[in-house]
């Protein structure tokens, strides 16, 4: 049926490590997200999954829950993505090939996996912010801020 992993914090989410290098590195978060969510599938058995922005407005709640069901997949679960200040990031949407609910450990991947997608997404917003804010000192100041003194040497 589905596969399951003994419950200690070794096995809780496989490939975390691998996750949180990319994070790290600045990886393109579409590229965390695919391999956070192909690590869930794995590892849950038996699922797909996915995270919605919430600026995807073309990818609704409701018209994923009807393709999802067209292709004969069920609802699993629907968890909030969200900072540690409780900003919400988004979902993170789990459909199952057959009627279940997670089990209490497929809810600690979950929770973990969600946790991830916050640190990926709040990693990302957090370079967004830097480069937007970065300054050119080699401008039109000669290679120094304005106001500051000129060389004596």
């Known amino acids: 049926m589905y596969h399951q992993e003994p419950d200690n914090?070794?096995?809780?989410?496989?490939?975390?490590?691998?996750?949180l290098e990319l994070i790290i590195e600045g990886a393109p978060l579409s590229q965390v997200m695919e391999k956070l969510c192909t690590a869930l599938?794995?590892?849950?058995?038996n699922v797909v999954s996915w995270v919605l922005f919430p600026e995807d407005?073309?990818?609704s709640l409701h018209t994923i829950a009807q393709s999802a069901a067209k292709f004969g997949l069920f609802p699993f679960s629907c968890n909030a993505i969200v900072s540690p200040s409780e900003e919400f990031f988004g979902t993170l949407e789990i459909y199952s090939?057959?009627?279940r609910k997670p089990n209490r450990?497929?809810?600690?991947?979950?929770?973990?996996?969600?946790?991830?997608?916050a640190l990926?997404?709040?990693?990302?917003?957090?370079?967004?912010?830097a480069d937007s804010c970065s300054l050119d000192w080699?401008?039109?100041?000669?290679g120094r801020p304005h106001?500051?003194?000129?060389?004596s040497n």
């Open 9 to 19: 914090l070794q096995t809780l989410f496989m490939g975390e490590g691998q996750l």
């Open 41 to 45: 599938d794995v590892q849950v058995g």
């Open 57 to 59: 407005e073309e990818h």
């Open 97 to 99: 090939c057959f009627p």
């Open 105 to 117: 450990i497929e809810f600690k991947l979950i929770d973990r996996a969600a946790h991830l997608a």
């Open 120 to 129: 990926a997404i709040q990693n990302y917003n957090h370079d967004v912010e």
């Open 138 to 142: 080699n401008g039109a100041t000669g």
């Open 147 to 151: 106001g500051w003194p000129t060389s």
